[in-house]
């Protein structure tokens, strides 16, 4: 058994799918309508987009009664100044800078269907 991917529901899978292409720089691999896939090009799990038309957006962070996120995506980079880089190049693809920080070396966003993601450094001063 191994894991394939990730698949996150969307009202939109192409576009979401298209958001995490330019994000990661990985290509599309299956195309549909209802169903999109990016593979990183070295193999290994990669991430689906599914259709899901009654799709909520996850409320970051939530309160009682709201929706929760189920999962995030949590991507590691190099140091400070390439959090602040990933940061923006996420902002230019489509991502929101969340108002709720928890962490000073995390940076939480939400990509254009509302899903949260991070960024994260380990790099201490």
Do not use: N
């Amino acid at each position: 058994m191994k894991l394939t991917s990730t698949v996150l529901d969307a009202p939109e899978p192409r576009a979401l799918a298209e958001f995490y292409r330019e994000l990661l720089g990985w290509p599309i691999g299956a195309d549909e309508p209802e169903w999109v896939t990016l593979r990183p090009p070295e193999g290994g799990p990669g991430l689906s987009f599914q259709l899901e038309a009654r799709y909520v957006p996850p409320v970051w962070p939530a309160g009682p009664g709201e929706q929760q996120m189920q999962l995030h995506l949590d991507f590691e980079v190099d140091g400070r100044a390439a959090l602040a880089a990933a940061i923006a190049k996420a902002v230019a693809a489509g991502a929101q800078v969340a108002e709720f920080q928890p962490q000073r070396d995390v940076r939480v966003l939400l990509d254009p269907a509302g899903h949260p993601f991070c960024f994260w450094t380990d790099d201490r001063p």
